[in-house]
T-cell receptor
Framework: NAGVTQTPKFQVLKTGQSMTLQCAQD?????MSWYRQDPGMGLRLIHY???????DQGEVPNGYNVSRSTTEDFPLRLLSAAPSQTSVYFC????????????FGEGSRLTVL | DAKTTQPTSMDCAEGRAANLPCNHS???????VYWYRQIHSQGPQYIIH???NNETNEMASLIITEDRKSSTLILPHATLRDTAVYYC????????????FGTGTSLTVIP
């Protein structure tokens, strides 16, 4: 199993550009989520999904859109990138139920100039 | 509101036990406590989790107080490779699907 796969690993954008960070998992997990991590800080929850067709906001959702059309994929869209969105982004998934652990991807480093 | 409170940093001598504390005074009765660690900028790595009882696995032990307002992660014999940021997390939200990480404890294992 590949686990949680994120692409791209690195990306540089100009202010105002749009892009999509891809996240795919092959573990048939119901739950998927996106976090951002700024230098010297912990992870902050952006959006999460508890199943196909269902998404919800986390701590810092502004400036980001998500959708969940399949169980496997949970893309994160930046419609108009801003320098404040420069960060490392992590995708995570877990199986349903109350006791499961989160599995993380290796991260996507985004720089907005 | 902070979901968890952890010391910013700790040191531990190699080969000794590392005891990392966490306060989660607002935890609800059905919310789990999770511990993860992050080495450099890699994706966080799962360590252990628990609800009420103490837990042990091949990596660590988790001690949860009887009132569940705090817990301690124990790495029994710390090695240099255990140097990392350790996050104590509680799951919150009506569906228990929001994991909030906080800022974690930076553990340095000293030779």
């Amino acid at each position: 199993n590949a686990g949680v796969t994120q692409t791209p690993k690195f990306q540089v954008l100009k202010t105002g550009q749009s892009m999509t960070l891809q996240c795919a998992q092959d573990m048939n997990h119901e739950y998927m989520s996106w976090y951002r991590q700024d230098p010297g800080m912990g992870l902050r929850l952006i959006h999460y999904s508890v199943g196909a067709g269902i998404t919800d906001q986390g701590e810092v959702p502004n400036g980001y859109n998500v959708s969940r059309s399949t169980t496997e994929d949970f893309p994160l869209r930046l419609l108009s990138a801003a320098p404040s969105q420069t960060s490392v982004y992590f995708c995570a998934s877990r199986a349903g139920g109350r006791g499961g652990e989160l599995f993380f991807g290796e991260g996507s480093r985004l720089t907005v100039l | 509101d902070a979901k968890t409170t952890q010391p910013t940093s700790m040191d531990c001598a190699e080969g000794r036990a590392a005891n990392l504390p966490c306060n989660h005074s607002t935890i609800s009765g059905n919310e789990y406590v999770y511990w993860y660690r992050q080495i450099h900028s890699q994706g966080p790595q799962y360590i252990i989790h628990g609800l009420k009882n103490n837990e042990t696995n091949e990596m660590a032990s988790l001690i949860i107080t009887e009132d569940r307002k705090s817990s301690t992660l124990i790495l029994p014999h710390a090695t240099l490779r255990d140097t990392a940021v350790y996050y104590c997390i509680v799951r919150v939200g009506s569906t228990g699907n929001q994991f909030y990480f906080g800022t974690g404890t930076s553990l340095t294992v000293i030779p």
